[in-house]
């Protein structure tokens, strides 16, 4: 399911009618470029997983110049299948109860949203932090933001921020601007659905961290030294192209360094007992899927405190200088590790997909009355 064809015959989804009977349910359109290589698409994926069959869902795929000449996130693509869903590229006019516009930041490089956008409710996820950690904005916030808004005609509209991190900078960055946008007050989070697997009974200082390989993603190379030390039993990265890549600064010898897609994430955390997870100073984690991951992975996760806040005691907070210390702790003692590793998995069900389309449901999609031949 690529990008369509531009010489087929263009079709009026504005025409096609909502499934369901009276009392209608819910329509609610998702707006996302399905061409996201992360984080985005994996949210949205997890989301039509956890909505399809509760409500009348359609996803409305556009094409910023942002991902040109890429192809459809294979994680959404597949979620969409399974719900027996296709997205819908190209539409003039976008219309239902409920438009959640996912990611604004993937207008950065387009000038106008080309589909006009009619609802009583328009949510836009924030899953970009619109500040960085310095208080300089992330992206083009007003500018992504003012191309949504020429393009609505809704009854009420609303930031939704991922996290609690996140709403932070949203607020903040509302505050210096003066915009009129209002901030929905729960948050939009990532649906963390992944298997639990147990923790290890004897764990060792065996590291390691995954992510996309962009330099956001990654501490300065002193700090990634520090973490992952000689002393180790095992560094592990997965993700670590831009690493590899500069030649005049070649990784150590005891780092096993795989590219971003070279395994399995799920094979890559059985080699870990420590997820060591600090990006670089200027940029932070919105909401941290892969910590998630880890989590239910069965590994301890430590992160800095602005990232753990999400999670709260699930992982363990640190400003990186004392992760000798900690670990050396946690392999001390195991029933400790096994004890902190099985509560934070616990905790992870706030987030599940039952929790999600609670919240929706109770909050942007309650039942209404509408014949059954109601068109989007």
Partial sequence: MDSPDPTAPATDPGRIPFRGG???????????????????????AAE?????????????ALETAMFKGRRLNPVLEAA??????????????????????????????????????SCTTALVVTHENFLRPDGSEGFDVAGCLEMIEAALVCGRRHLAPISQNNRAGVLDWLEATGSAWTVTDFDWFNICD?????PVAAP????????????????????????????????????GDILLADAEAPPPRHW???????????????????????????????????????????????TDPATARTFGEAVVASDGGDLDDIIAEFVADPDRYRDFVIRAQ??????????FAGQVLARVAAPREAPADALL
């Fill in 80 to 117: 969409l299948e399974d719900a027996g869903l296709a997205p819908i590229w190209g539409a003039p006019v976008i219309h239902a109860d409920t438009v959640v516009f996912h990611n604004p930041s993937c207008l950065r490089f387009d000038a106008v949203l080309e589909p006009r956008i």
């Fill in 204 to 239: 060792r200082d065996r590291r390691g961290r995954h992510s996309r390989s962009g330099f956001e993603k990654f501490p300065p190379m002193e700090t990634m030294l520090a973490h992952f030390p000689a002393h180790a039993a095992a560094c592990t990265i997965l993700g």
């Fill in 346 to 355: 616990s905790s992870l069900g706030r987030f599940s997909p039952e929790a």
């Fill in 256 to 302: 096993t360094i795989r590219r971003f897609g070279e395994m399995d994430v799920s094979s890559f955390l059985r080699e870990l007992d420590f997820f060591v997870y600090f990006t670089n100073p200027r940029w932070r984690e919105s909401f941290g899927r892969v910590i998630a991951e880890a989590i239910a992975a069965g590994k301890l996760v430590i």
């Fill in 194 to 198: 992944f298997e639990l697997v147990p």
């Fill in 48 to 60: 039509v997983r956890a909505l399809a069959g509760r409500v009348d869902l359609r996803l409305f």
């Fill in 22 to 44: 009276p009392p209608a349910r819910h329509r609610l359109a998702l707006v996302v470029d399905p061409r996201f290589p992360g984080g985005t698409a994996a949210a949205v």
